[in-house]
């Protein structure tokens, strides 16, 4: 099993910046990947970027690139994911999950997942 620890989100005016971290623990050594996702209200939980564990080679959607970076720290089997620019529209409950899958966008295929972090974005 792999356990995931949250932290770092919080509410912020749109044009700052947040990081929020990913704190890995257990079997990590048999990851594919960790993303992050994220879950605003009353939408489906949707990918953000993912960050394969074997090269940290990343993907992100659309609307983040450019602004969101992950980033990994190998000793503390630590994922980050940086937040600049930040719009309205990045509120949401954020999520790192972890996957033995290809299959980096689509939630389904995660099989761990941290508990989730709130990012509040004013204007």
């Known amino acids: 099993q792999v356990q995931l620890v949250e932290s770092g989100g919080g509410l912020v005016q749109a044009g700052g910046s947040l990081r929020l971290s990913c704190a890995a623990s257990?079997?990590?050594?048999?990851?594919?990947?960790m993303g992050w996702f994220r879950q605003a209200p009353g939408k489906e939980r949707a990918f953000v970027g993912a960050?394969?564990?074997?090269?940290?080679?990343?993907t992100y959607t659309d609307s983040v690139k450019g602004r969101f970076t992950i980033s990994r720290d190998n000793a503390k089997s630590t994922v980050y994911l940086q937040m600049n620019s930040l719009k309205v529209e990045d509120t949401a409950v954020y999520y790192c999950?972890?996957?033995?899958?290809?299959?980096?966008?689509?939630?389904?295929?995660?099989?761990?997942w941290g508990q989730g972090t709130q990012v509040t974005v004013s204007a």
């Open positions: 257990g079997r990590t050594f048999s990851m594919y990947a």
């Open positions: 999950a972890t996957t033995t899958s290809g299959l980096l966008r689509v939630a389904k295929f995660y099989e761990y």
């Open positions: 960050l394969r564990w074997s090269d940290n080679s990343t």
